[in-house]
């Protein structure tokens, strides 16, 4: 006897899942350089991007960067900001549309779709070889959730003082590193990356945890760990 009904199909993942569509490909425009905004039809500001200057034919590691609560694109840029150029490292710096992250205020979705438009505007005017996803605080627990949903998308992610990870789904295995300030009264490290790195261990994840002697920051000796880390450490797909 047949079936009275074809059987239920899996519901296919989207933005409410954290899921990112967008893709490197050939740009299709000139590079520019420099510190652009990125604007929505109104004016308003979506994202700062920072790009090197262009270096022959070499493809750019484009890394997103997520602010903390309470803070602007500008913040997310600066995480990064001074070791671009030396690295070249293309810098995308969202502006979440509330005070935080989508998922911490209610779940996956208008970020979501706000940084895949992001993405998709890079990848036609920049060559990219790889993308990584970082952030500080509320920025780093968002880009471990959104790196770690778009392992097929992220080859990796970096995590500043992050409180922790909530991906919906999980695809690949996108490299973490991750630091914490063993004095952090905002996020302790106790509660959080001392406990989340050995759960991203248990979970076949390569980590590379960084604690140092300070608050909830991004020291200058950790800026350039996690640049060092990007640039030596990495392997391009």
């Known amino acids: 006897m047949s079936e009275p009904a074809p059987p239920h199909r899996q519901p296919e993942e989207s933005h409410r899942h954290g899921r990112l569509t967008a893709r490197p490909g050939p740009p299709v425009g000139p590079a520019t350089a420099g510190l652009v905004p990125m604007t929505d039809a109104d004016g308003g500001l979506l994202a700062l991007l920072y790009a090197p200057a262009p270096s022959g034919d070499r493809p750019y590691q484009l890394v997103v960067l997520l602010h903390g609560a309470g803070g602007s694109a500008r913040q997310g840029l600066d995480l990064l900001l001074p070791v671009a150029d030396e690295h070249h490292l293309l810098l995308l710096a969202p502006q979440a549309g509330a005070s935080s992250w989508d998922l911490i205020v209610e779940g996956f979705g208008?970020?979501?779709?706000?940084?895949?438009?992001?993405?998709?505007?890079?990848?036609?005017?920049?060559?990219?070889?790889?993308?990584?996803?970082?952030?500080?605080?509320?920025?780093?627990?968002?880009?471990?959730?959104?790196?770690?949903?778009?392992?097929?998308?992220?080859?990796?992610?970096?995590?500043?003082?992050?409180?922790?990870?909530?991906?919906?789904?999980?695809?690949?295995?996108?490299?973490?590193?991750?630091?914490?300030?063993?004095?952090?009264?905002?996020?302790?490290?106790?509660?959080?990356?001392?406990?989340?790195?050995?759960?991203l261990h248990e979970l076949g994840y390569d980590v590379t945890y960084q604690e140092f002697p300070g608050g909830h920051e991004v020291p200058e000796e950790i800026r350039a760990a996690a640049a060092e880390w990007l640039t030596g450490r990495r392997q391009p797909r």
């Open 110 to 199: 208008p970020d979501v779709r706000r940084v895949d438009g992001l993405l998709e505007s890079v990848f036609a005017g920049y060559p990219v070889r790889e993308v990584v996803i970082g952030g500080f605080s509320d920025g780093a627990s968002y880009a471990l959730s959104l790196g770690l949903t778009n392992g097929d998308l992220v080859a990796g992610v970096v995590a500043f003082s992050p409180g922790f990870s909530a991906p919906l789904v999980t695809h690949g295995h996108p490299e973490v590193f991750v630091s914490h300030g063993v004095d952090d009264r905002v996020l302790p490290v106790d509660v959080c990356s001392r406990r989340l790195v050995p759960r």
